[in-house]
């Protein structure tokens, strides 16, 4: 893995880069971006317009105009923010997340950008609800900020899953075959979690998705829509033509328990093998053991430890390591907290695009957790290239 960073020419905001290309002429680069504003005493229309400014540039001079595959954007005000944001953005945008994550470096929006080359888009884009890219063999199929503002979180999140699913039909796909990973922002998480893990798994065991299956990659966090009405924002990534084996689920039973034993269905990883290279997703994190107790409570700094110790055994369970990792991000629970956490995340991760973000974890006692995204070399036959 390579990294960048730039300073955009006004001095207002910084990015940081991760790529990783094949080393043969032919084949898909992919980047991830961190783009952060600097100057944050300024208002939200001139953050907005530096943001959108410094990715066309970084995109023009650094990434040959590589295909944005999925990009999210954390604000800090959705309420006041969405409109400004949304009136520059494409008609399709079912690849893109808008969510309330409140960059706790003071500024008032960021974006986690994935990109890549070579990606032609589906046909099927404006229709079904998903945005498509196709390379090769496979069809990337993403979603973004998914909500149904009617209703009860648990409702909420039962219709949400519902209706990816006849979306993922359109494709030919199906939860259980092709979804690699999900986002669950939860507008109220220490009071309708329960809902959500209730809906999830109803619907999982209603496709054969249980603790004798597997369960898909997810991180369930706090975060709010501009939509007051809405309880629950939904994120998700499927892959269409993978073949049986090409997904291996990461457990890290040394470090943790399976999440059934706690009444919650998620891989805590799952990682896709390709001919050249293998993707491996990482599921929120926290500070947790092998028994789904709590390590460390009250002691953000000592969870922060085991979470990124529990993050590297999943890694290594996948033959990677924290030089594979594209990109991280870390949800705070106090803000209190920030300057500490960021000492550590900026000490353990230097050059990996990150970002820290304020949002509850889904158990109050976990203060910090994070996730992230890995991309290594593979030389394998068996399995066709991305």
């Not at 094949?22 to 300024?42: D, H, K, N, S, W």
């Not at 410094?54 to 023009?60: A, N, S, Y």
């Not at 328990?257 to 805590?268: I, K, M, Q």
């Not at 050249?276 to 994190?285: A, C, K, L, Y």
Request: glycine share 6%; net charge negative; proline share 4%.
């Amino acid at each position: 893995m390579l990294y960048k960073t730039f300073t955009d020419k006004n001095g207002r905001a910084t990015a940081a880069l991760s790529m990783f290309c094949p080393e043969r002429e032919a084949g898909v680069c992919e980047y991830q971006l961190m783009i952060r504003i600097t100057e944050a005493g300024v208002p939200f229309s001139e953050q907005l317009k530096t943001v959108f400014d410094f990715l066309k540039e970084i995109r023009e001079q650094e990434l040959n105009r590589a295909t944005i595959v999925f990009q999210r954007f954390f604000l800090s005000d959705a309420a006041n923010q969405v409109k400004l944001l949304t009136d520059l953005l494409p008609e399709n945008k079912n690849n893109i997340s808008i969510i309330e994550h409140p960059p706790l470096d003071g500024s008032k929006i960021a974006l986690w950008a994935y990109l890549q080359t070579e990606m032609e888009a589906s046909e099927s884009n404006s229709s079904s609800g998903l945005y498509g890219v196709r390379h090769g063999e496979y069809t990337h199929l993403w979603k973004g900020t998914a909500i149904k503002p009617a209703g009860s979180p648990e409702t909420q999140m039962y219709a949400l899953l519902k209706d990816y699913m006849i979306q993922l039909k359109e494709h030919n796909c199906t939860l259980a075959d092709n979804c690699i990973r999900t986002w669950i922002s939860v507008r109220d998480i220490d009071v309708d979690y329960a809902g959500i893990v209730k809906a999830r798994r109803e619907v999982f065991a209603e496709n054969g998705l249980t603790e004798k299956t597997h369960y898909i990659s997810s991180t369930g966090i706090g975060g709010r829509h501009a939509n007051p009405e809405a309880g629950v924002l939904f994120d998700a990534y499927a892959v269409k033509g993978l073949s049986p084996g090409q997904v291996q689920y990461l457990h890290a039973g040394t470090h943790l328990n399976p999440t059934h034993e706690y009444g919650v269905t998620f891989e805590r990883g799952t990682c896709i093998r390709y001919g050249d290279r293998r993707h491996v997703f990482i599921s929120g994190t926290a500070s947790i053991d092998s028994r789904g107790k709590i390590v460390h409570e009250g002691d953000v700094n000592r969870q922060a430890a085991r979470m990124i110790e529990n993050v590297e055994t999943l890694l290594k369970e996948a033959q990677c390591g924290f030089e594979d990792v594209a990109c991280i991000i870390v949800y705070l629970r106090d803000i209190a907290d920030y300057r500490s956490i960021r000492a550590v995340v900026e000490q353990q991760f230097r050059e990996i695009p990150k970002i820290i973000v304020l949002a509850p974890v889904c158990r109050p006692g976990w203060l910090v957790e994070m996730e992230c995204f890995a991309i290594k070399k593979e030389d394998s036959k068996k399995f066709a290239p991305l």
